[in-house]
C-alpha cells in the first residue's frame, strides 16, 4: 500500500507539480501556505499543491462541452 504524504518537502513541490524550480517560485509558491519543518526546513500541504494544479487545469487545460460537443481550448498565449 502506498500512502502519500499530507506535506510535501520544498525540494519536491516542483517536480510533484511537474514544474521547474524557477515557475515553481514565480507562479505558484506565492499562493501557497508554508509549513516550517524543523530550524530551515519548508513544506507545502499535498492538498493546496493539488488545488494549484486543479486551477491551473481549469484555467489552461482543455474542457469538452456536453451541450455543442465542441472542445474548448484555454491555453494560455
Known sequence: MNILPRYIRYRDAPGY???????????????????????????FDRL?????????KSRNGRCSSRKTGVLLCLYRL
Do not use: N, Q, S
Open 17 to 43: 507539480l511537474g514544474v521547474d524550480r524557477g515557475r515553481f517560485d514565480a507562479e505558484i509558491r506565492p499562493d501557497l501556505i508554508e509549513i516550517p519543518i524543523g530550524d530551515r526546513g519548508i513544506a
Open 48 to 56: 493546496d499543491l493539488d488545488a494549484c494544479a486543479d486551477d491551473d
